[in-house]
T-cell receptor, first 111, second 111 residues
Framework: DAGVTQSPTHLIKTRGQQVTLRCSPK?????VSWYQQALGQGPQFIFQ???????QRGNFPDRFSGHQFPNYSSELNVNALLLGDSALYLC??????????FGQGTRLTVV | GQQVMQIPQYQHVQEGEDFTTYCNSS?????IQWYKQRPGGHPVFLIQ?????EVKKQKRLTFQFGEAKKNSSLHITATQTTDVGTYFC???????????FGKGTKLSVKP
């Protein structure tokens, strides 16, 4: 049983570019949440997807958008990248309010 | 908005010493979850506490949920080098299961 998988593991982008990160949830999980973790900080909630719709959103600008597919996998898109977007992006899947299982993350560096 | 605070931010201990991290929420929580993140890794779920005053043990780890359901603690007895990492507490940020994380307590253990 595969856990949460994310791709790519590392990414370097230039300011102003756009990026797409991908996540496949743990088998049996229908809810996918995305978090941004800056160095030395706790994960910060970006948004959550359930039944292919954004169900909840944290305090992030509209440059951050996402999508969930019928197979529950999800994408996180960030437009007009800023240096401050450099962080570890974590995908977490869950079933309801049960514990969240995190993927290994995508380390995004914006130069 | 809702905040989750953790102290201390860092803790350096000699192997064999005990360790405690404390978590406080600005609001009453329906539950609290604890995660461990090893250096370079991703958060891994440790436990969820739901009941007021609940105490749960996992080998050398003892987790406690306060009577008012606004604070929690994690105590590690006789630390080992394998305990190294950052310990996060997290509370639900809404009804849909997104998590509000504390900034974490980074534990280092000197052999």
């Amino acid at each position: 049983d595969a856990g949460v998988t994310q791709s790519p593991t590392h990414l370097i982008k230039t300011r102003g570019q756009q990026v797409t990160l991908r996540c496949s949830p743990k088998s049996g999980h229908d809810t996918v949440s995305w978090y941004q973790q800056a160095l030395g900080q706790g994960p910060q909630f970006i948004f959550q997807y359930y039944e292919e719709e954004e169900r909840q959103r944290g305090n992030f600008p509209d440059r951050f958008s996402g999508h969930q597919f019928p197979n529950y996998s999800s994408e996180l898109n960030v437009n007009a990248l800023l240096l401050g977007d450099s962080a570890l992006y974590l995908c977490a899947s869950s079933w309801g309010q049960r514990e969240a299982f995190f993927g290994q993350g995508t380390r995004l560096t914006v130069v | 908005g809702q905040q989750v605070m953790q102290i201390p931010q860092y803790q350096h201990v000699q192997e064999g010493e005990d360790f405690t991290t404390y978590c406080n929420s600005s609001t009453t929580l329906s539950n609290i979850q604890w995660y461990k993140q090893r250096p370079g890794g991703h958060p891994v779920f440790l436990i969820q506490l739901v009941k007021s005053g609940e105490v749960k043990k996992q080998k050398r780890l003892t987790f406690q949920f306060g009577e008012a359901k606004k604070n929690s603690s994690l105590h590690i007895t006789a630390t080992q080098t394998t305990d190294v990492g950052t310990y996060f507490c997290a509370g639900p940020g809404g009804s849909q299961g997104n998590l509000i994380f504390g900034k974490g307590t980074k534990l280092s253990v000197k052999p």
